[in-house]
């Protein structure tokens, strides 16, 4: 079993949906829970950052963790077309420590 | 913008070379990280310094890959005796090292070996 798993997609969704991504994870050390943004050949961005279970929101995107569960997920309200991207769910156990990512899931937001 | 920056962008080289691969992390960050990321995947940990020292290099696959920081700053990362499966993008990140768990990444290296 991976450490962290992530349906690959492709997952493509009409303009203005609401986009649900989901990791699951086996390593309950895990204390830090990030989504990175990945556009084609480009580096990863970080576009959410959270420490242990809870909600965080950011404008149209919203982070849950479940730790309980060992899920996390990613929410994006009014999906745009420049949301096309692979996201790519991370996690670690320090703050300062590696970082593990889950195998990302392709995003395309028709017009 | 003073961002990561890795060269060179692309690298091809034959089975059995050497290639060194070049990071210069964000100004002022003293921890910086290199992953590897294969085609579909997401990246995957190699080493991690916070200074001038590897603080974890749990990730490098076997002793054909080093990597050094001698100043603490710009990072390399070498590879010897490529071997196909080597082929990869190569990402540099680096971090402030402190309290912010923030990893800047570069736009990686793409390494091909034929």
């Known amino acids: 079993q991976k450490e962290v798993e992530q349906d690959p997609g492709p997952l493509s969704v009409p303009e203005g949906a609401i986009v649900s991504l989901n990791c699951t994870y086996s390593?309950?050390?895990?204390?830090?829970f990030m989504w990175y943004r990945q556009y084609s050949r480009k580096g990863p961005e970080l576009l959410m950052y959270?420490?242990?279970?809870g909600n965080k929101e950011d404008g149209r995107f919203t982070a849950q963790v479940d730790k309980s569960s060992k899920y996390i997920s990613l929410f994006i309200r009014d999906s745009q077309p420049s949301d096309s991207a692979t996201y790519l769910c991370?996690?670690?156990?320090?703050?300062?420590?590696?970082?593990?990512f889950g195998p990302g899931t392709s995003l395309s937001v028709i017009p | 913008g003073a961002g990561v920056s890795q060269t060179p962008s692309n690298k091809v080289t034959e089975k059995g070379k050497y290639v060194e691969l070049r990071c210069d992390p964000i100004?002022?960050?003293?921890?910086l990280y290199w992953y590897r990321q294969s085609l579909g995947q997401g990246p995957e940990f190699l080493i991690y310094?916070?200074?001038?020292?590897?603080?974890?290099d749990s990730g490098l696959p076997n002793d054909r890959f080093f990597a050094v920081r001698p100043e603490g700053s710009v990072s390399t990362l070498k590879i010897q005796r490529t071997e196909r499966g080597d082929s990869a993008v190569y990402l540099c990140?680096?971090?402030?090292?402190?309290?912010?768990?923030?990893?800047?990444f570069g736009p990686g290296t793409r390494l091909t070996v034929l």
């Open positions: 990140a680096s971090s402030s090292g402190t309290g912010s768990h923030e990893q800047f």
């Open positions: 310094f916070q200074g001038t020292g590897a603080a974890d």
């Open positions: 100004s002022g960050h003293t921890a």
């Open positions: 991370a996690m670690s156990i320090t703050s300062y420590d590696k970082v593990i």
């Open positions: 959270t420490y242990s279970s």
């Open positions: 390593n309950s050390a895990f204390q830090y």
